[in-house]
């Protein structure tokens, strides 16, 4: 099995900053992606941004003013840096992993973690 834990969320002022971390663990072969997506309240979770390779991918442009998304590889762990929050950036913060698990499974893997709670509030 493959497990994703997140960590780094809590009570930040309005412009302040904060570091999310997420690292994979467990019977891995190989990550293919590895991303962060947010749930406000009362909203749909929603994709924030994705490294896959050399690829990183934001789901909008404007979140790349003020999200920056990095990988290590070597310690299976993706790192989320969130600047200037603001109150609508409060959230649950979900980590993904996508791969595939060493031999003699070799299954394909998608999975997330519990989230971790970012809050914006003066």
């Known amino acids: 099995q493959v497990q994703v834990v997140a960590s780094g969320g809590g009570l930040v002022q309005p412009g302040g900053s904060l570091g999310l971390s997420c690292t994979a663990s467990?019977?891995?072969?190989?990550?293919?992606?590895m991303g962060w997506y947010r749930q406000a309240p009362g909203k749909e979770r929603e994709l924030v941004a994705t490294v896959s390779g050399e690829t990183i991918t934001y789901s909008a442009d404007y979140l790349k003013d003020r999200f920056t998304i990095s990988r290590d590889n070597a310690k299976n762990t993706v790192y989320l840096q969130i600047n200037s929050l603001k109150p609508e950036d409060t959230a649950v913060y979900y980590c993904n992993a996508r791969g595939r698990e060493r031999p003699p499974t070799s299954r394909d893997f998608n999975v997330w973690g519990r989230g971790t709670l970012v809050t914006v509030s003066s």
């Open positions: 467990g019977n891995i072969f190989s990550i293919n992606a």
